[in-house]
Nanobody, 119 residues
């Protein structure tokens, strides 16, 4: 089993910044790709950044130029640096990973971290 734990969510004013972290833990695994999603109240979950397999990542149009996904393979951690935050960025942010275990790929979600941006 692999666990993904997000952290870093907070209440921030518009124009501020936050850095989210997602740490993967478990045994006998390696991360193939990892991405960040978000879900605002009453809306569907959407891809924000990723997937990152160590190469270039893609971003939702709404966050391009403001958000950056990065990865520390040694720490099994992925980050989401969010700058110039807007009230419409308010959502629960989730990381999602495709993980190799025992020759198979499994998909995992974290529990989410709340980001609230005040106007």
């Amino acid at each position: 089993q692999v666990q993904l734990v997000e952290s870093g969510g907070d209440l921030v004013q518009a124009g501020g910044s936050l850095r989210l972290s997602c740490v993967a833990s478990g045994s006998r695994f390696s991360i193939n790709t990892i991405a960040w999603y978000r879900q605002a109240p009453g809306k569907q979950r959407e891809l924000v950044a990723g997937p990152s397999s160590g190469g270039s990542a893609s971003y939702a149009d709404s966050v391009k130029g403001r958000f950056t996904i990065s990865r520390d393979n040694a720490k099994n951690t992925v980050y989401l640096q969010m700058n110039s935050l807007k009230p419409e960025d308010t959502a629960v942010y989730y990381c999602n990973a495709a993980v190799w275990r025992d020759g198979l790929i499994y998909n995992y979600w974290g529990q989410g971290t709340q980001v609230t941006v005040s106007a």
